[in-house]
């Protein structure tokens, strides 16, 4: 069975990709890494789903076991990737996902570099602030905080492989497995295939 692909996926907040994503694992072909964070749950989300809401000790305590892949702060808040888990669906033969924000996708770069890297923007800050809004979540000094901090991240697009943007949600679904498409062909990513079309010569 071959591998699954590690795959990193980054967007400013408020830009649509969990709803990207809970499209994309439909897919039994992908795996949804469910990050830890210390932040308090939003209405609606659950523990285990969106993300393992657990409390600042517990995150450092895997941090200092060595279970995090990478792990960041974000708005006052810690944000990780336990390790076990993606090690399980890969060797599974799952791509799995892995949505995290700019600065720990740049350390996972470092430490995986055979990763493929996907960064999701809005079709305009405006819109993207129209988002925001129409969570109904967040305070209008959050809503602020996010949108500078969309400033700053959208620029680290460019360090990525591939940029999609997320304007009509079936068309960013459809250009993201596209992108995992395409990554499946090249002579570089084939070395089993190749060979086995020796082996059977």
């Given at each position: 069975m071959n591998k699954g692909r590690?795959?990193?996926?980054?967007?400013?907040?408020?830009?649509?990709?969990?709803?990207?994503l809970k499209e994309i694992c439909r897919d039994d072909n992908y795996y949804f890494s469910v990050s830890a964070t210390t932040r308090e749950p939003r209405n609606g989300e659950v523990d285990g789903v969106n993300y393992r809401f657990i409390t600042h000790d517990e995150f450092m305590s895997l941090i200092d076991s060595g279970n995090m892949l990478e792990y960041a702060e974000y708005c006052s808040n810690l944000y990780g990737t336990p390790l076990d888990k993606v090690k399980e669906e890969?060797?599974?033969?799952?791509?799995?996902?892995?949505?995290?924000?700019?600065?720990g996708a740049m350390?996972?770069?470092?430490?995986?570099?055979?990763a493929l890297f996907i960064f999701a923007v809005p079709p305009s800050l405006k819109e993207l602030?129209?988002?925001?809004?129409?969570?109904g979540t967040e305070t209008e000094e959050v809503i602020q905080a996010r949108i500078a901090k969309a400033k700053e991240e959208i620029?680290?697009?460019?360090?990525?492989?591939?940029?999609?943007?997320?304007?009509?949600?079936?068309k960013a679904v459809e250009d993201f497995k596209a992108v995992i498409n395409a990554e499946s062909f090249k002579a570089e990513n084939?070395?089993?295939?190749?060979?086995?079309?020796?082996k059977n010569a």
């Open positions: 590690l795959i990193v996926f980054s967007a400013p907040s408020g830009c649509g990709k969990g709803t990207m890969l060797a599974k033969g799952k791509n799995v996902i892995l949505e995290i924000e700019v600065v350390k996972v770069r470092e430490l995986r570099p055979d602030e129209r988002r925001l809004r129409d969570r620029p680290y697009a460019s360090k990525y492989d591939y940029v999609i943007v997320n304007d009509v949600l079936e084939s070395a089993e295939l190749l060979e086995e079309v020796i």
